[in-house]
Nanobody, 123 residues
């Protein structure tokens, strides 16, 4: 089992920055890839970014490339998402997820999910 707990969401003005964090615990071999997804009201859950736990390979959705940075901290067992130049379109609940495989963008492939944290960007 893997437990994931997100924190750090909030309200920010357009152009601002936020950092959300995911604390992971449990079986390390069940979380080869850690990802961030988001879901806005009335929309499907969409991929944001992913990172391989072992070597730190990163992958981003085109919509956030150059603005968001995903990173992991071995000592703290956390995966963070630094979000800069935020836009109102980034408003959503952000979810942390983990999987034993290497399917970065497909949310069906992720086995474990956090409860989500709200990010709201005002215009």
């Amino acid at each position: 089992q893997v437990q994931l707990v997100e924190s750090g969401g909030g309200l920010v003005q357009a152009g601002g920055s936020l950092r959300v964090s995911c604390a992971a615990s449990g079986r390390t071999f069940s979380r080869n890839v850690m990802g961030w997804f988001r879901q806005a009201p009335g929309k499907e859950r969409e991929f944001v970014a992913a990172i391989t736990w072992s070597i730190g390979y990163t992958y981003y959705a085109d919509s956030v490339k150059g603005r968001f940075t995903i990173s992991r901290d071995f000592a703290k067992n956390t995966v963070d998402l630094q979000m800069n130049s935020l836009e109102p379109e980034d408003t959503a609940v952000y979810y942390c997820a983990a999987q034993a495989g290497y399917y970065y963008t497909d949310y069906h492939r992720y086995d474990y999910w956090g409860q989500g944290t709200q990010v709201t960007v005002s215009s």
